[in-house]
């Protein structure tokens, strides 16, 4: 895991939507760091704090 999960989003959304992006960009024009990961295992779509990491115990 890549610092810390915000939200989750299922991988199955309908063709051509990108809930998870979206909500990240939203994210980004409030000044928060936000980026989409894949969790390949939970099949979904996290956005993810990378400023967060060294919280983690990571970097």
Do not use: N, Y
Request: proline content about 7%; some cysteine.
């Amino acid at each position: 895991m890549v610092g810390k999960v915000i939200e989750s989003f299922p991988a199955g959304g309908p063709r051509g939507s990108w809930p998870a992006e979206e909500f990240a960009a939203r994210l980004r024009e409030q000044g928060v760091s936000a980026e989409v990961v894949m969790d390949l295992e939970g099949d979904a779509f996290l956005v993810v704090d990378p400023a967060r990491l060294a919280e983690c115990g990571r970097g």
